[in-house]
């Protein structure tokens, strides 16, 4: 949808706003109108349900600049309408999902979220963000925070979550502010491939949008509405230009971001950096929509930040997130520090079939009129958590998780092998994720990546058999049993692979 309109010297997109029926798709808008000064249009209702959008034009802030014009647009939420819901869907440059936060609708919206990710994995070009704004806050019973993401997380949708209470104001202006920046983060790269179109835009006004939707539809929906059948019920490689005043533009948008509470603590050091957020300039973070995403989710939460003995950062957010930044990850001019960011891009798109997906990294302000490097990795569960949270069961658990582990370790060791940079092998290392082991530690720098190492089978089962040396003395108080499931894992077919003969021998001998 987005596209250079050079008749208004601006910027044009699209935020639209999903959700279930009566979640407060129409209510979130309206607030939003007024609190902005513009007034929204509705080209048709029924029993004051949206039958088609809502319609919000509002111009403000600059993007390299340019101003921002702002087409905002609600869908219908009735399911007899999906297929015009899709086709508004299909438009949009970022999409606010306003979801209800009584327990009753959360079935509702987690079928309507599967569904808008469909519709999002058809769009062609940059991802299409999305911000989850949970609604109806006020109620005594709304599902708690960690329930939402954790929903999010199984539809594997990467979702920053504002809290809201449409009736009162609430968090709306907060969500729109953040789903502008993804938009205009997506725009970026659909300049940087060529893609972002300069002509006056095809859908110039409500009156445009109404009557491509009635071509499209060739009056089907409207012949339901009027007969009363409707239901009621329901890498991109990161490179191109930056210019250097792209931080300053961000930081003097005329479309103001929320304040960011931001706290860290530090042991025997005085000088913290600053944390990044979420208001990180466009250009400066990737992946360019998903990364931002995960800033919003860490960002206004307390942060135990800590140097570490090489003189770099480490922090922990919520036990969720791990923030990572070099001691020499720090760079006095702008286009230094992006041109690094540049390389460091390319080396997480090159080692993407081997990392953990749920990572990002930033440029940001230090604080000091400088600016650092960070990357931010979701924590997942290591194979060591895996072993040591089976220690204290039967012999068989114990058997079938430490060969589980084993495997994923010599196969992480083998892929590895294959890594544009060394990444360090071990037990805290790699993880288990659905499409097998991945490696879930943080990415060297890519002025600091040493050269890949190449392992050999033999190689790998040493370098496990050292990293298990922490269970052999739970393992020899089961030892008789533990022989005997090895053995029975043995006569299993397949066990007689070289490899897996020889590593069930060094399991054995653990014991």
């Known amino acids: 949808m987005a596209v250079i309109d050079p008749s208004d010297d601006c910027v044009v997109i699209r935020i639209v706003y999903d959700g279930a029926p009566m979640a407060g798709k129409t209510t979130s808008v309206a607030t939003l109108g007024h609190g902005l000064g513009a007034g929204v249009y509705s080209p048709a209702e029924h029993h004051g349900r949206t039958l088609y959008f809502d319609w919000l034009d509002y111009t403000g802030g600059l993007f390299e600049g340019r101003r921002i014009r702002c087409q905002i647009v609600s869908v219908p939420g009735q399911a007899t309408l999906a297929p015009r819901r899709r086709?508004?869907?299909?438009?949009a440059d970022a999409v606010v999902f306003v979801g209800d936060s009584s327990p009753p609708a959360l079935a509702a919206d987690r079928r309507y979220l599967g569904a808008l990710r469909g519709v999002l994995n058809d769009v062609s070009g940059p991802p299409v963000g999305i911000v989850f704004q949970a609604n109806k806050r006020d109620l005594v019973d709304a599902t708690p925070l960690d329930r939402l993401r954790s929903m999010l997380d199984e539809l594997q949708l990467r979702s920053a979550i504002v809290e809201s209470v449409a009736t009162e104001g609430a968090g709306i202006r907060e969500a729109f502010v953040f789903a502008v920046r993804l938009a205009l983060d997506r725009v970026r790269e659909l300049n940087r491939n060529g893609a972002l179109g300069t002509a006056r835009p095809t859908i110039n006004s409500a009156d445009d949008l109404l009557q491509e939707l009635r071509r499209a539809e060739a009056g089907a929906l409207d012949l339901a509405v009027a007969s009363g059948r409707l239901e009621h019920t329901h890498?991109?490689?990161?490179?191109?230009?930056?210019?250097?005043?792209?931080?300053?533009?961000?930081?003097?948008?005329n479309i103001d971001s929320p304040e960011v509470r931001v706290t860290a603590t530090a042991t025997g050091h005085a000088e913290l950096p600053a944390i990044p957020n979420e208001k990180v300039a466009s250009g400066l973070v990737w992946p360019p929509v998903d990364g931002r995403t995960i800033l919003h989710e860490t960002a206004g939460t307390p942060v135990n930040l800590q140097r570490r003995h090489d003189g770099g950062w480490l922090g922990i957010i919520n036990d969720r997130w791990s923030l990572h930044s070099d001691d020499a990850a720090v760079f006095d001019d702008l286009e230094a520090g992006r041109a690094e960011l540049v390389q460091w891009a390319r080396l997480h798109a090159s080692n993407s079939e081997l990392i953990s997906k749920q990572r990002c990294i930033?440029?940001?302000d230090d604080g000091r009129n400088r600016f650092r490097l960070w990357q931010l990795v979701r924590s997942e569960p290591s194979l060591r958590s895996r072993i040591q949270g089976t220690l204290s069961g039967s012999a068989t658990a114990i058997a079938d998780v430490l060969l589980s582990c084993a495997r994923a370790f010599t196969e992480m060791a083998e892929r590895l092998s294959k890594a544009s940079c060394e990444l360090p092998l071990g037990l805290d290392r790699v993880g288990l994720t659905p499409s097998g082991p991945a490696y879930i530690g943080p990415l060297p720098t890519a002025a600091t990546a040493p050269p890949p190492r190449h392992w050999s089978a033999a190689q790998a089962i040493d370098?496990?058999?050292?990293?298990?040396?922490?269970?052999?003395?739970?393992?020899?108080l089961h030892s008789s049993e533990l022989l005997a499931e090895l053995a029975r894992i043995a006569r299993q077919p397949g066990s007689q692979k070289r490899n897996e003969w020889q590593l069930l021998q060094r399991l054995a001998a653990l014991t």
């Open 87 to 91: 086709r508004l869907l299909q438009s």
């Open 235 to 253: 890498l991109h490689e990161l490179q191109g230009s930056l210019a250097s005043h792209a931080l300053q533009e961000a930081m003097h948008s």
């Open 362 to 364: 930033v440029l940001a």
């Open 463 to 476: 370098a496990l058999m050292l990293e298990l040396e922490f269970v052999q003395p739970t393992l020899r």
